[in-house]
């Protein structure tokens, strides 16, 4: 195009420049590296897992997904929802009437490897993360995976008065009985938890120490420190998108399940009104989690909540993915000293993919960065542990996984 003409018509310059600059960073993102920074003890268990696992030296985002925000938001939108079947049974989680979704994609067979999947704020099986990563394990390494729900979420009822909480493990460690039960002591038995689920499985994995039952553990985009991450989501740019996002979340969970607490003889000190017009996470947890779980104020529950404190203790194999672009769970939040302090632990900081997303390839429609980790990190395990595992439908059993 003459440059005469684009002197008269500036509006055609500025998009032939836009489109220009766009083109080339793009093809400057697929020409450049993105190593990533691999914390650890450098002892020989360590070793053999980094060795056996090439992806985690290098996440190469999605070349035309610039930044977190964007990579954040598109993780959700781009990617469609597969369709994936779970069969659900409630469990019982305590003596008040109080019960949580199970969602196991397949029945399992005797001696085959579990993968339970743990989700985010308000999350479940129906959310494309969950679905995406419960079909690669099973697709990749024909591993069963089980869904833990929170209570009353994933389209679940919530059957006594009482929500979830974030400082609270106990419900997964009933349900990780629940399943060491179904399988038995000796089958391999993995968890992977996100954002919230990730808080939590590191809690708990850190309170169980020498005694968890589980043979590896993925802590993806985990908020380490609340304190950190609240303030954080209550920046200007953040209280108006993600933060709002997250707290109509809530407010919708709550309206959902408005009957349990509209009862004064047993949540005496919640005031629904105030609950509803919260405006801020930090809003909603004052007026309905605080209460409940009779916690001082919001800062102690942030503290009980806050995994970090938790790392020292972790005595399984625990592998830590983060992005530092991570938008809404700040990496900053991460106690380096801790992680290598622990021989158990392995943590990869990325440059970018942003929050529970990690999109790839130039049409990122399918299966995202975090699922080759994951399934790279648990085929590790497994030969690390010197465990095979075929299926034989002639000579191995279905294992029954309702409760008796």
Same mark, same amino acid.
């Not at 579990?114 to 959310?127: P, Y």
């Given at each position: 195009?003459?440059?005469?003409?684009?002197?008269?018509?500036?509006?055609?310059?500025?998009?032939?420049?836009?489109?220009?600059?766009?083109?080339? #960073?793009?093809?400057?993102?697929?020409?450049?590296?993105?190593?990533? =920074?691999?914390?650890?003890?450098?002892?020989?268990?360590?070793?053999?897992?980094?060795?056996?696992?090439?992806?985690?030296?290098?996440?190469?985002?999605?070349?035309?997904?610039?930044?977190?925000?964007?990579?954040?938001?598109?993780?959700?939108?781009?990617?469609?929802?597969?369709?994936? /079947?779970?069969?659900?049974?409630?469990?019982?989680?305590?003596?008040?009437? @109080?019960?949580?979704?199970?969602?196991?994609?397949?029945?399992?067979?005797? #001696?085959?490897?579990?993968?339970?999947?743990? $989700?985010?704020?308000?999350?479940?099986?129906?959310?494309?993360?969950?679905?995406?990563?419960?079909?690669?394990?099973?697709? +990749?390494?024909?591993?069963?995976?089980?869904?833990?729900?929170?209570? %009353?979420?994933?389209?679940?009822? /919530?059957?006594?008065?009482?929500?979830?909480?974030?400082?609270?493990?106990?419900?997964?460690?009933?349900?990780? +009985?629940?399943?060491?039960? *179904?399988?038995?002591?000796? =089958?391999?038995?993995?968890?992977? @938890?996100?954002?919230?689920?990730? @808080?939590?499985?590191?809690?708990?994995? %850190?309170?169980?120490?020498?005694?968890?039952?589980?043979?590896?553990?993925?802590?993806?985009?985990?908020?380490?420190?609340? $304190?950190?991450?609240?303030?954080?989501?209550?920046?200007?740019?953040?209280?108006?998108?993600?933060?709002?996002?997250?707290?109509?979340?809530?407010?919708?969970?709550?309206?959902?399940?408005?009957?349990?607490?509209? +009862?004064?003889?047993? /949540?005496?000190?919640?005031?629904?009104? !105030?609950?509803?017009?919260?405006?801020?996470?930090?809003?909603?947890?004052?007026?309905?989690?605080?209460?409940?779980? %009779?916690?001082?104020?919001?800062?102690?529950?942030?503290?009980?909540?806050?995994?970090?404190?938790?790392?020292?203790?972790?005595?399984?194999?625990?592998?830590?993915?983060?992005?530092?672009?991570?938008?809404?769970?700040?990496?900053?939040?991460?106690?380096?000293?801790?992680?290598? !302090?622990?021989?158990?632990? *392995?943590?990869?900081?990325?440059?970018? @993919?942003?929050?529970?997303?990690?999109? !790839?390839?130039?049409?990122?429609? =399918?299966?995202?960065?975090?699922?080759?980790?994951?399934?790279?990190?648990?085929?590790?395990?497994?030969?690390?542990?010197?465990?095979?595992?075929?299926?034989?439908?002639?000579?191995? +059993?279905?294992?029954?996984? $309702?409760?008796?």
């Amino acid at each position: 195009m003459p440059w005469s003409y684009l002197k008269t018509h500036p509006q055609i310059l500025i998009l032939t420049i836009s489109s220009t600059v766009a083109i080339a #960073g793009c093809i400057w993102r697929v020409i450049k590296r993105y190593p990533s =920074t691999i914390i650890m003890i450098p002892t020989e268990e360590n070793q053999f897992i980094i060795n056996k696992c090439p992806s985690f030296k290098e996440y190469r985002p999605t070349p035309w997904i610039f930044n977190g925000h964007f990579m954040t938001i598109l993780g959700v939108m781009f990617r469609p929802l597969p369709n994936v /079947l779970y069969q659900r049974i409630l469990l019982p989680v305590d003596d008040i009437g @109080g019960t949580i979704a199970i969602d196991w994609h397949k029945q399992p067979y005797e #001696g085959q490897p579990i993968l339970v999947i743990l $989700h985010g704020l308000t999350g479940g099986s129906d959310n494309e993360y969950i679905r995406w990563m419960t079909l690669s394990a099973y697709s +990749k390494l024909n591993i069963c995976c089980v869904v833990i729900h929170a209570r %009353g979420c994933g389209r679940s009822e /919530l059957t006594s008065p009482r929500s979830f909480c974030a400082a609270d493990t106990n419900d997964l460690r009933i349900s990780i +009985k629940y399943i060491r039960s *179904i399988v038995g002591n000796h =089958t391999p038995l993995f968890a992977v @938890g996100y954002s919230l689920g990730a @808080g939590i499985l590191t809690k708990y994995i %850190g309170e169980e120490s020498n005694g968890c039952p589980l043979d590896g553990a993925v802590v993806c985009c985990a908020s380490f420190d609340m $304190h950190l991450s609240t303030a954080n989501m209550e920046q200007l740019l953040h209280i108006y998108t993600y933060n709002r996002r997250l707290t109509n979340n809530l407010i919708r969970y709550i309206r959902q399940h408005e009957h349990h607490f509209l +009862k004064p003889e047993l /949540l005496p000190n919640i005031n629904m009104n !105030q609950a509803y017009q919260s405006k801020t996470i930090r809003d909603f947890d004052k007026h309905i989690v605080v209460p409940q779980y %009779g916690f001082r104020d919001v800062e102690h529950y942030y503290s009980e909540a806050s995994s970090n404190v938790w790392l020292k203790s972790i005595r399984i194999p625990t592998l830590i993915l983060s992005a530092i672009d991570d938008p809404i769970c700040p990496i900053e939040g991460l106690p380096i000293d801790d992680v290598l !302090q622990n021989p158990y632990l *392995i943590a990869i900081k990325t440059l970018e @993919g942003g929050h529970v997303s990690y999109l !790839q390839g130039w049409w990122p429609r =399918t299966y995202s960065y975090d699922n080759t980790v994951v399934i790279d990190y648990i085929k590790a395990r497994l030969k690390q542990m010197n465990y095979q595992w075929k299926k034989d439908n002639h000579n191995q +059993k279905l294992l029954n996984i $309702h409760l008796i």
